[in-house]
Structures are given as C-alpha cells and as structure tokens.
C-alpha cells in the first residue's frame, strides 16, 4: 500500500490540524500518512488528536522539522 505524504511546513495551527484530519481521515485501514511539520504547536496538536482517535502514530524528530507516521488502526 502506498504512503501518502503530506508537507505542513508552511502551515501553523489551526490549519495544519486541520489539514492533518481530512487528509487521515481519506485513509483506508492500515493505510499510513506521513505528516512533516516544523511547528511546534501543530505537532503536539496532531499527536494529542491521533492518539485520541482511531489512528497509531510514530514521531520523528529531524533538527528544526517533525515527521509524524500516523496509521489507521483496523476497525471492528
């Protein structure tokens, strides 16, 4: 399955949220996103929400950037 990607370095909150939940919110089960950002209130934004919800996500931290690895957890 692919991996999409989706560039919010040139957004701050609260679009980059909300971009970040449409985006996930296209995926397929155990289809992943990769998410970069460089803004700080954004990436504890999106962790706090994907956690709450039904996705797994995975932080990297990369010098000034972030890359989250959010995946769809399989519904029942």
Same mark, same amino acid.
């Given at each position: *399955?692919? &991996?999409?990607?989706? =560039? /919010?370095?040139?957004? %701050?909150?609260?679009?980059?949220? /909300? /971009?970040?939940? %449409? $985006?996930?919110?296209?995926?397929?089960?155990?289809?992943s996103l990769t998410i970069i950002?460089?803004? !700080?209130?954004?990436?504890? =934004? *999106?962790? %706090?929400?994907?956690? #709450? !919800?039904s996705y797994s996500v995975k &932080? #990297?931290?990369?010098? =000034?950037?972030? !890359?989250? /690895? &959010? !995946?769809? $957890?399989?519904?029942?």
């Amino acid at each position: *399955m692919k &991996v999409e990607c989706l =560039d /919010l370095r040139s957004q %701050r909150c609260p679009m980059a949220l /909300l /971009l970040a939940k %449409r $985006k996930s919110a296209e995926l397929l089960n155990q289809q992943s996103l990769t998410i970069i950002s460089n803004d !700080t209130a954004s990436i504890n =934004d *999106m962790i %706090r929400y994907f956690k #709450q !919800t039904s996705y797994s996500v995975k &932080v #990297q931290q990369h010098n =000034d950037e972030c !890359t989250l /690895l &959010v !995946t769809k $957890k399989e519904s029942n």
